[in-house]
């Protein structure tokens, strides 16, 4: 476990920070002119290394699992984060997501995390997906398939409650565990659509929900030709995106900046693809220069040890 809370987290802020600068441009637009580094300003005007809701919320919800498992908990932390800035960048929110911002305002009148989430099908963004790594942590170990689904469902369901979003989120921490486990890409993506579609089928899940996923888990996702994979807001794409970047890549470098150079929803992609990234090729493969400059990166830091420390006891 040592380190690989570290290289996930450290992969998802840093996929995320690479991202800001350049959310909503166009494809076309970055492939003249492609992120290869650290930006400051941009579309958020932001400073260099500053990450977004997207790290907010991982960190959030690291940080309620290194007091262990508690939905409650989890859920009063983002009411933190909206309503004082806690676990920003800087003090200061300056993105959320609509369904996203609905949820929390629900919390924020006293409604329990069990219920807070959207549920409508035109809820599906990828504001769950984008912050579900930490949970691939807790449930590592986990070999009941249904506890694990049932726990990852409660987490998504905060916010995004809608079957497809939780499937998402599904299929993407059971993906991140067997790269935890030290299984090479190949190998986790096989067992991960496997055990996906043998979970559906022996849970009844709608088909017409499961085969929205064909891309992923009856076809090989890193086969598609680029102009096939989206990259926007919504989460089937987001979780199309995020793995066509990391099987096709060789390194974490590599996986990101192909993930945000896909454009649109740049820092989402950015965060979701670097924490497979990181997971996978490890915390120091991620370069120098781009954890120096990355925000707050010593409170990020201290936050990765007490959870490694929480999950190691």
């Known amino acids: 476990m040592k380190n690989t809370v570290k290289a996930g987290i450290f992969g998802v802020c840093i996929g995320d920070a690479l991202g800001v600068p350049v959310e909503f441009k166009k494809r076309a637009d970055l492939k003249r002119a492609p992120v290869t580094n650290m930006q400051a300003f941009g579309s958020w ?9 997207d790290s907010s919320l991982t960190l959030c919800l690291a ?13 009063e932390s983002f009411v933190k984060w909206v309503k004082y800035g806690h676990w920003t960048a800087h003090e200061k929110l300056f993105d959320i997501g609509g369904t996203t911002r609905h949820s929390i305002a629900r919390l924020i009148k006293g409604e329990s995390a069990r219920f807070s989430g959207n549920i409508f099908e035109e809820d599906n963004g990828n504001g769950s997906l984008m912050r579900i790594l930490p949970v691939a942590f807790y449930l590592k170990d986990e070999e009941n398939i249904e506890s694990l689904y049932r726990t990852v469902k409660e987490v998504s369901s905060i916010t995004h409650g ?8 599904f299929v993407y921490v059971v993906f991140a565990i067997e790269l935890i486990k030290g299984k090479n890409k190949q190998e986790a993506y096989i067992y991960t659509q496997k055990m996906a579609l043998e979970f559906a089928e022996g849970q009844h899940f709608n088909p017409k929900e499961i085969q929205l996923f064909a891309k ?36 974490y470098s590599e996986a990101v900046l192909k993930a945000v150079n896909l454009g649109e929803d740049t820092d989402t992609t950015g965060a979701i693809t670097g924490g497979l990234a990181g997971l996978y090729y490890g915390f120091g493969s991620i370069p120098e220069e781009w954890v120096a400059q990355l925000v707050r990166k010593d409170d990020i830091e201290n936050l990765c040890m007490k959870l490694e420390d929480q999950l190691m006891k």
């Open 45 to 53: 005007n932001q400073p260099k290394g500053t990450w977004s809701d």
């Open 63 to 75: 940080e309620s699992l290194t007091k262990g498992y508690d939905l409650e908990k989890i859920g």
């Open 162 to 169: 809608h079957f497809r979003s939780v499937f998402a989120c």
């Open 216 to 251: 992923i888990l009856y076809n090989d996702i890193s086969q598609y030709p680029e102009n096939e994979i989206s990259s926007s807001g919504y989460v089937l794409h987001s979780l199309e995106a995020s793995l066509w970047c990391f099987l096709n890549s060789e390194s």
